[in-house]
Each structure stands twice: as C-alpha cells, then as structure tokens.
C-alpha cells in the first residue's frame, strides 16, 4: 500500500518560514515526480512546485524566489521549504507523486500564515 504522510505544517506570521515534509511507504518512488499543491477554501486544487527524478524544478509564479523544493530519493521524501509567507499562501497542502497507474496524495497539512 503507498503512502504518502505531510508533515511540517502550522500557524506562522507573515514573513516567516515553515518547511514541510512528505514522507512516503510502499513503493519507492525514484523515477517520479514528486511535488506540492495547496487548496485554499473555497479554490481549486493547484500546483505549488514540482522536482523530477532528475532534479528539475518548476513553481507557480506566485512563490518562485520564495519556496524551494528538494528531494531525498534515499528517504523518498520531499521538502518544501516556504519563506517569506504571505497570507494568500493560506492552504491544505498536498504531496503529490505521479506514477504509472495515477497520482498518490497525502492526507495535507494545514499551512496558515496571519498576524
């Protein structure tokens, strides 16, 4: 059974920092890409980032200079590390890695940035 556990998530001011972790279980994951969607209330589900197998990153503008993503294939886990926060990156967050047969998800993790 895969899956997928987030962790690293919480209440922070605006201009703090929080760096969240998605540990996996089951299969190992070294030739997927790996990465983080939020939803916000109320919005649709989108990408935050992403990493390849190789190491190719991609982010939504709205974070770029700010998140930084990473992975450890050893551990199959993947980081987000958030800086800068704003509180329009209020969300559930969630680890998502693509594989053939679909897409596994996390349970989230609540991120909340407010004064």
């Known amino acids: 059974q895969v899956q997928l556990v987030e962790s690293g998530g919480g209440l922070v001011q605006p201009g703090g920092s929080l760096r969240l972790s998605c540990a996996t279980s089951?299969?190992?994951?070294?030739?997927?890409?790996m990465g983080w969607y939020r939803q916000a209330p109320g919005k649709q589900r989108d990408l935050v980032a992403a990493?390849?197998?190789?190491?190719?990153?991609n982010y939504a503008d709205s974070v770029k200079g700010r998140f930084a993503i990473s992975r450890d294939n050893a551990k199959n886990t993947v980081y987000l590390q958030m800086n800068s926060l704003k509180p329009e990156d209020t969300a559930v967050y969630y680890c998502?890695?693509?594989?053939?047969?679909?897409?596994?998800w996390g349970q989230g993790t609540q991120v909340t940035v407010s004064s």
């Open positions: 089951g299969s190992m994951f070294s030739f997927a890409t």
């Open positions: 998502n890695v693509k594989i053939i047969g679909g897409d596994y």
């Open positions: 990493i390849t197998s190789f190491g190719r990153t």
